[in-house]
């Protein structure tokens, strides 16, 4: 019964993609790639727990709460993806530009190195290190720095988050002139993006961080291609697109020294990938355990306080001084997966998106907060495809993309980061725009200082 479940979850999230993807004809729209994720995090993880691979030990609890954890995935989930289906897209306001103004900015190399220098200011002396004197000792050492590096972060955050606004706006610049290249030029970018994945990995320890350059960069390229009518990917083929994106995250997770890359068990670099894999995806275990352990399902147990800490945790603890330590995912892991947690400075499993909204304020605010996410993404896309389209609103757009799976895995938990990648990406487009054009017009005036002479 369990099985015929679950293949009805596959069934259903496939079905659902393809009629986003028929309605908006862009096998890359978000809300498709939130369908095929959702099968490969909930039905397809919980089949990997049956046989044993899991972060916290599903098999302990009476297979009625698998049942009731994949039946509340599913409605939460289909809750987020309503308001794709419910708009008509309309092919007349796709085909978005961007402005002559931003066109003209800096060159997309200085902005890159911009971007890599900033990053990698925001992860400090320790990380630069561990990135020089590259081994695995060092990655594994990054991978346990992480957790503490969380207390107090908050300034290096935002400036990270400039950091990401400037690659994807060079990314995003790359992609308009990517056709006219000569394919040495191709091959050279290319490398380079391959060069920025591999030191975001040994900076951050980090396969989101590592992974965010190759995406976004195929990303916007997909986004011209769109706006040029050359065509999209085929929606049949987009499974396969999916699977090797998912390698590709678990053979990150096997490179960066996880676990100090130690074959205990002799099971292969495959099955170390796999492992890897099946940790990343923790969402529906993590969920069964909280519906098992949540005292009031209806109005939940928490009086809203995981959704105002998640809306809010953003703010600066100078301007706070009694803002807590242990606040969202950290609070719903100490509460209901006690197992796991080891502190405020500790490694966060996530609590699934409807995980965080049940225990917070229960069953029908489940069903409202995750409609509410679904039309951030929906507004975010159809933003993003509109003409004389803004780069900030490109890199908000992107930058949601990119986070699709941190929604399943927590669910309001990226609100507060998005308004503070907002305010960076603000001051990322204010920095290259004021700086490009005070360029223009030194460039000018000493143009016109020799035309004198």
């Known amino acids: 019964m369990l099985l ?12 659902l993609g393809y009629l986003i993807f028929k309605r908006s004809n862009d096998a890359l729209n978000v809300g498709v790639i939130f369908a095929l994720l959702f099968i490969v995090t909930y039905p397809l993880k919980f089949i990997a727990s049956a046989y044993g691979y899991y972060v916290m030990d599903v098999s302990s609890l009476d297979v009625g709460w698998w049942y009731l954890s994949t039946l509340i995935s599913t409605i939460s989930g289909v809750m987020f993806l309503a308001p794709f289906l419910l708009v008509t897209f309309s092919n007349k306001k796709m085909g978005g530009t961007t402005s002559s103004i931003e066109s003209n900015l800096l060159r997309p190399s200085f902005i890159l190195v ?14 630069i290190s561990a990135l020089l004197y590259f081994s695995l000792d060092a990655q594994q050492s990054r991978i346990e ?8 972060s908050g300034l290096l955050a935002f ?14 610049r790359y992609s308009i002139d990517w056709r006219s290249f000569h394919w040495k030029k191709k091959g050279r970018v290319f490398l380079g993006i391959l060069l920025l994945s591999f030191i975001f990995l040994s900076l951050s320890g980090s396969k989101q961080l590592a992974l965010t350059p190759i995406v976004t960069f195929f990303l916007c390229l997909h986004i011209q ?3 040029a009518g050359i065509g999209t990917i085929k929606y049949r083929h987009l499974p396969q697109y999916v699977l090797l994106g998912l390698i590709l995250i678990g053979s990150l997770g096997y490179i960066r020294g996880f676990g100090s890359i130690v074959d205990e068990y002799e099971i292969g670099v495959l099955g170390q990938i796999f492992i890897q894999l099946s940790n990343a995806f923790d969402g529906p275990d993590n969920l069964a355990f909280i519906l098992s352990r949540v005292h009031d399902f209806w109005i939940g147990d928490l009086s809203f306080q995981p959704t105002i800490q998640y809306l809010f945790g953003w703010f600066p603890r100078i301007l706070w001084p009694d803002k807590p330590l242990v606040m969202g995912n950290l609070l719903i892991m100490q509460e209901y997966l006690w197992e796991r947690f080891s502190g405020a400075t500790g490694e966060v499993i996530s609590p699934s ?4 909204m049940i225990v917070s304020a229960g069953f029908f605010f489940m069903l409202i907060w995750s409609f509410f996410l679904g039309c951030i993404f929906l507004i975010a896309y159809r933003l993003a495809h509109q003409r004389n389209v803004s780069l900030v609103t490109v890199c908000i757009y992107i930058w949601l993309w990119l986070n699709v799976f941190n929604v399943l895995r927590s669910g309001t938990g990226i609100i507060g980061s998005l308004l503070v990648f907002i305010a960076a990406s603000c001051c990322a ?13 030194a460039i000018t005036n000493q143009s016109n200082v020799s035309q004198l002479h």
Do not use: Q
């Open 4 to 15: 015929t479940s679950l293949f009805f979850c596959i069934v259903l999230f496939y079905w």
């Open 225 to 227: 291609r769109v706006r």
């Open 114 to 127: 911009a971007s890599t220098v900033t990053i990698a200011a925001s992860f400090g002396h320790d990380a």
């Open 353 to 356: 998106m409807p995980g965080e």
């Open 429 to 441: 487009y204010g920095f290259i725009f004021i700086l490009g054009k005070v360029l223009r017009m």
């Open 159 to 172: 400036m990270r988050d400039i950091g990401l606004a400037l690659l994807i706006i060079a990314m995003y």
């Open 145 to 152: 720095e992480r957790a503490f590096e969380r207390e107090g």
